[in-house]
């Protein structure tokens, strides 16, 4: 049953529309502040600054605070459970579209005098508590999110087994001493949890007296209203002070503290959107249950257009209940409105029309179509040709390694169709840096045609401005293009009985690696690792760009020697091609084909764009084009979160389509008239190489592969019955029809790469004074509340993507037989880690860079202490005498970037740097051994070598002690 209670929480915005409590009566609006000048408050306490008033002139909420995604609710009757703010800066405009906040971030807690740091400890003075939260709809628990706090389980409302680790770091903000505590996550919070944040009177202010809740939550919690619109946040904000003193009262029977702060904030579920983006039919369930109840809420709304959301939920329940009356003969229909009549028969009419079964029918019509899943996408390859004719293998000694392996390896460019989930740049270029994803419109028109044809009969629920957001409560985004775009494919020559080569005599590939590369470098960064890669592990390795990068600059790539894509060119080739073709026995090619040059855009994933000084687009030719300089963008967050989005999505159909590339352009066909996939094979392996940011959108991909989450789905709508399937079983299901096998990778290998991405940034050397100075320039500088809370939303946007919420599922695959990740010690890229050393005035951050990323592989592989390497991740460092199996996390020396590693070495061994000797960094020394990991890693070697051509390159972190298992503080 709907439970009426709903929104009774809920609360209008405190950012310019306190006018929408005024009501008319008497004292409507009246002494909103409680700006309080009461002579017997004793201001030498120490208070949190929390005004909880959302009419105040100031309000002053934890940045994470539930009151702001609850304050929608009576402002239209859109409300979909996302922050509301008025405020027009790239946080505010996140904010406006977040269903929860950060399972990583570290938010700040201020207050307005100085505290007693050695008072402040997590779990005895500051606790942060997992609550237990009931659906709001009994009989559809996943229509709504858990967002608002109404839904507590008041008899059961902790869940104290699953209480996560975390610091309470006393800081400085804004200026004054000692006068915030910073809530630091140690491992990432569960995603869409509801919590409890509490901090008690035994912490003490630096002149030793206890500190006492805000003058602004006592007088509205405990005081007169003065306005009467404000009592749904009074009975919050009693029920949190309730929550937290009984807890405590059961927590610490002797000597009980108070609460002198309590509030709830709720995690977002943003991980469901690329989680339904490789299996929707995890959430088909979910999505039933929000069609069915849009479609009542509709009902009721179409005949009541002026009520708010929170009015529509009391009044659905209330017209539910006079439908059910008046059904059983026992409501008198004179005693209706002509509104309330006409809302039950619109809900007869939905009953009737939206049922189990048409749900589950209209869902099913739109997958492969208006529901995204990865599938095998149109290709082309042109004739290949030998690695040795690339610019840079010209240029080689002939006696050089890479130069000798490219002499049995080929190369083959082409290109890829791929669906477009951001926005395509438009006639300036704005849709780049101005576009996110948004809900599918597309899957809201079709299931509404299938299911009463020529009838809006539901709609999903909008936020206020009318927007369909996607994000955990929604995880459907709307397509808005297709794109064919280039890749690379550097593959074995393949040797015969009477000719063997490296790869034997068997005459087919031994598998296929899906090579991903870092930020504002390009697809030939795969090259030289590639053709090594290739000729010693008779692999195919495909790479293709990161979204907003590719091939350009004055040599035409990072690493000359590979071809720009040409969208004429394409197409009068593939032209020519399907005018060979049969138009009957080959219509499926032919479709295909046609598909890939008829897509809305054909090129470099660029754009032909490159940024400004002020971050925005500008149109160039190739040799002005600066490749990703527009994929991190802190003016436009969710723009930043969806470009890691958009790579990982490009994976999942790379990955789906690796069985049919067909590395000929001759297209020469079978007897059965099909054309022959050549990369597949019974005994066919698919494996992951990712470097930098390659690594981290490598990361959630690998996990979305190979993570071993089961999902209850119905596998037989006939009767019902149910099973629990992974995301990798739920994507063959979906391609079962079709005769394909979605992959699961037999390794994962990530190079120099890191999570927690918006700390990573703050901490990297390399990229962190663009963005610094950026906010500087606009008054946010590190060291402010400010600061901390834009870098808080901006996690909370970036949280859908981040390695660090797929890692421990990651470490837990047991598909996943061989699993590698590297760090360069000292690296000035990724940072190594932030916790103990955070970069200049930064706060500490645990959970950012390379070796808290090896820590939660590391838990999710059964580990408890990575530094000692005894279990989950092996240890491959200086004082490594021999190689150990898979897992492993291997260190090398980055003491002189010039010469032993850099952060680049991985894919650029010989370097211009303009700090080395002669204006070059050469570190082919450690590339090799890099290489050499990496193909044992593939090969599923015994052992990942530290042998004596490796060792000298090997170095020791003198940090790793410090990684997050460890629970060590700065």
Known sequence: MFKKTLISVAVASSLGLSGCFDSGDSGANANPDYRINDTTIDRSIVRPIYDPNPIAEEPAFPINADLLLLLGATQSANFDFTGLSTG???????????????????FTLKFDGSLNPASVQA?????????????????APEALPNTNPSGIDQTNPFDLSALPKFRADVVSVDGSSNNAIRVVPLEPLKTGQKYLVVATNDIVGANGKPIARSVQDVALADGVLGNSALGNVKSLLQASDALANGFLAQAIPSNTPESALAYTFTTNADTEVLEAMMAPAAFGSALGQKIGFTAQL?????????????????????????????????????????????????????????????????????VGDTIHVPQPRPSFFYDTKSATELTTIQGLPGDNTIALAAQQVLV???????????????????????????????????LNETLSPGEEIFQFLRDIDGQLNVNGYFPFPEQQATTTVPVVIFHPVLGTAAEPTSCGS??????????QHGVTVDRSVSMLPAILLAQSTCQAVIAIDQPLHGLAGETIGTVPGLEALDPAALTATVQAVINTLDPTADAQTIGALTALINADYIGERHFGYTANESLQPVAADLANVSSGSLFINPLNMLNSRDNVRQGVVDLLNVAASLQTFNLSSAFQLSEEGSTPPVLAGADFSVNFVGHSLGGISGTTFSSLVNGEDTYTVVVDPATGTTADLTRNALAN??????????????????????GQGTRLIENSPTISGRILNGLAAAGVTQGSSAFENFFYIFQSAVDATDPVNFAVELGASTSTSSLLITEVVGDSTVPNEANVNPLGSAFSAPLAGTEPLMALLDIGLGGTSLADGSEGLGIIDSSATSGLPAPVASFFNGANPCSDANHGTFVAPVAPNEQCPGGVANTSGAFAAMVTQTAAAISGAPGIPAD???????????????????????
């Open 88 to 106: 027009t800066s790239p946080a505010d405009d996140a904010l406006n579209r977040l269903s929860g906040f950060s399972t990583s971030g570290a």
């Open 123 to 139: 779990g005895a003075t500051v606790f942060l508590l997992p609550l237990n939260v009931a659906p709001a709809i009994d009989s």
């Open 298 to 366: 509709k009902a009721v709304r179409d005949n009541f257009p002026t009520l708010n959301f929170s009015q529509l939920t009391e009044k659905l329940a209330d017209i539910g209940e006079k439908a059910a009356l008046l059904g059983a003969g026992e409501l008198d229909p004179a005693t209706l409105t002509a509104q309330e009549l006409a809302a039950i028969t619109a809900l007869v009419n939905v009953e009737e029309k939206v049922t189990p079964a048409t749900i589950g029918a209209a869902i099913q019509a739109e």
């Open 412 to 446: 083959s460019q082409g290109a890829i169709t791929l669906p477009y989930f951001q926005s395509l740049p438009g006639e300036t270029g704005a849709g780049i840096v101005n576009g996110s994803w948004t809900g599918s419109t597309s899957l809201e028109a079709g």
């Open 506 to 515: 068997t005459g087919a590939v031994q598998g296929a690696t899906i090579f």
């Open 733 to 754: 299901q979906a391609l079962a029809g079709a005769g394909f096998t979605y992959p699961q990778l037999n390794s994962v290998v990530l190079h120099n790469t890191g």
């Open 948 to 970: 004596a051509t490796i060792l000298p390159f090997l170095g020791d972190s003198p940090t790793l002690e410090n990684a997050l298992d460890q629970d060590q503080a700065q």
